[in-house]
């Protein structure tokens, strides 16, 4: 039997219905959050060191970072695994071989980290009705396998050589890291900052802030 081709395919897909309901839910609250701070910042000493105005909203960045992870962005990726454990025997006379095929299929979801946010990052104007944001830069947050799907095709393994009960698992991980690397090739990380700066955006104007100026670190 010919052994398939190795081969990458990187699919943008949406995320989970779950995994949509988790996201929206975490930026209405946060959009909850910031506007409550806004609604106090109106009524609060106006900060040292600040512009007439502008109020740093501490408050609303401790209930931010309780929300932790704003998931923005899934691939499906399939991926084939060639890994070799080459041995040694005979005093070196005879190079032997345990080899395994994998054919990896899986999801990398990148979006952004919001505990990450610091006090100075979530700002409220009170005279324009405005709210400045900066966002922690996107990142994969997980590359994990279809384990229903991802199933080794073949396993080789020479007369002489040792059977090496770690290559699969060796395989396995190696599919996650080069899966995750491929997402990144592909374009996940912008896609999934694109995705999160216009949900913040939409559900920040729908509350009713007529000015949303949102800026990356990094």
Not at 81 to 108: C, N, R
Not at 168 to 175: F, H, M, N, P, V
Request: proline residues 4%; hydrophobic residues 45%; contains cysteine.
């Amino acid at each position: 039997m010919d052994a398939p081709a190795a081969h990458l395919r990187v699919y943008p897909s949406r995320v989970t219905q779950s995994a949509v309901a988790v996201r929206v839910g975490a930026a209405a609250l946060f959009v909850a959050c910031v506007g409550g701070a806004f609604y106090l910042g109106t009524r609060a000493p106006q900060g040292a060191g600040s512009p007439a105005g502008m109020r740093p909203t501490p408050t609303v960045v401790l209930a931010v970072r309780d929300l932790s992870r704003l998931e923005s962005e899934s691939y499906h990726v399939e991926k084939v695994v060639e890994l070799t454990d080459a041995q040694s025997k005979l005093f070196g006379l005879v190079e032997a071989k345990d080899a395994i095929l994998l054919v990896a299929v899986g999801d990398v979801v990148a979006g952004v980290d919001l505990s990450n946010l610091s006090d100075a990052d979530v700002r409220a104007e009170d005279a324009t009705h405005s709210v400045h944001v900066t966002l922690p830069a996107p990142e994969v947050f997980s590359a994990s396998l279809d384990e229903a799907q991802t199933h080794v095709y073949e396993r080789r393994t020479d007369v002489l050589a040792s059977r090496n009960e770690k290559l699969e698992g060796l395989a396995r991980s190696e599919a996650e890291k080069q899966m995750s690397q491929a997402a990144i090739d592909e374009g996940i990380l912008a896609r999934a900052k694109a995705n999160a700066e216009r949900t913040v955006r939409g559900l920040l104007r729908s509350l009713g802030f007529t000015s949303v100026d949102v800026q990356w670190k990094g």
